[in-house]
């Protein structure tokens, strides 16, 4: 069945870094647009950024343009959401998101950016 298994969360403090992976199966990886959202507490889910199926394009929202980079890796069927300079505002549960034919959803990993 379909999968997407997010991994990386924790606890940093401000200015710190983390990288978010997250590994695809149970469906093409290879054609699909893979994004990362995020949702915090009493906030609608937001896109943070995304990533074309070949990789090509890259997009970000502009809280985050500059400090995060979203990559991927079709041979190890993964996206990754490498975060620096990261700020409390930044706290949220981060989903993984495949979009093509179908649309696929992770179960989240929690970011906590705080001293």
């Known amino acids: 069945q379909v999968q997407l298994v997010e991994s990386g969360g924790g606890l940093v403090q401000p200015g710190g870094s983390l990288r978010l992976s997250c590994a695809a199966s149970?469906?093409?990886?290879?054609?699909?647009?893979m994004r990362w959202f995020r949702q915090a507490p009493g906030k609608e889910r937001e896109l943070v950024a995304s990533v074309t199926s070949a990789g090509g394009i890259t997009k970000y929202t502009d809280s985050v343009k500059g400090r995060f980079t979203i990559s991927r890796d079709n041979a190890k069927n993964s996206v990754y959401l490498q975060m620096n300079s990261l700020k409390p505002e930044d706290t949220a549960v981060y989903y993984c998101?495949?979009?093509?034919?179908?649309?696929?959803w992770g179960q989240g990993t929690q970011v906590t950016v705080s001293s």
């Open positions: 998101n495949a979009v093509y034919w179908n649309t696929y």
């Open positions: 149970g469906f093409t990886f290879s054609t699909y647009t």
